[in-house]
Nanobody, 124 residues
Framework: QVTLVESGGGSMQRGDSLRLSCVVS????????MGWFRQAPGPERVFVAI???????YYADSVKGRFSISRDNAKNTLYLHMTDLEPEDTAVYYC??????????????????WGQGTQVTISS
């Protein structure tokens, strides 16, 4: 069973920085596409960033240049470094893992395992 545990959320001010972490257990982390999604009040979980196993990354336009996704395969940990935070970044942030050896895309249905989420609140 794959378990993902996010941490690092909190309440910040506009312009602040924050780093989220996601520790993964029970899977071949280094062989899985990893992603970050977020959900503001509402039904939709929105793509934020993705890290493929070949080192390639991709970002949503809304966070490009401000957020950075990285992974430490030795620690089975995924990170999301967020800078220049805006109130529009307020959401619950989720990390997600694909099945090993599958090259997932940016759709939430491409991912098979999810964390419980961590709340990020940005005030102006």
């Amino acid at each position: 069973q794959v378990t993902l545990v996010e941490s690092g959320g909190g309440s910040m001010q506009r312009g602040d920085s924050l780093r989220l972490s996601c520790v993964v257990s029970g899977s071949t982390f280094s062989s899985s596409t990893m992603g970050w999604f977020r959900q503001a009040p509402g039904p939709e979980r929105v793509f934020v960033a993705i890290s493929w196993t070949d080192g390639e990354t991709y970002y949503a336009d809304s966070v490009k240049g401000r957020f950075s996704i990285s992974r430490d395969n030795a620690k089975n940990t995924l990170y999301l470094h967020m800078t220049d935070l805006e109130p529009e970044d307020t959401a619950v942030y989720y990390c997600a893992a694909s099945s090993p050896w599958s090259r997932a895309g940016t759709r939430s249905r491409d991912f098979t395992s999810w964390g419980q989420g961590t709340q990020v609140t940005i005030s102006s």
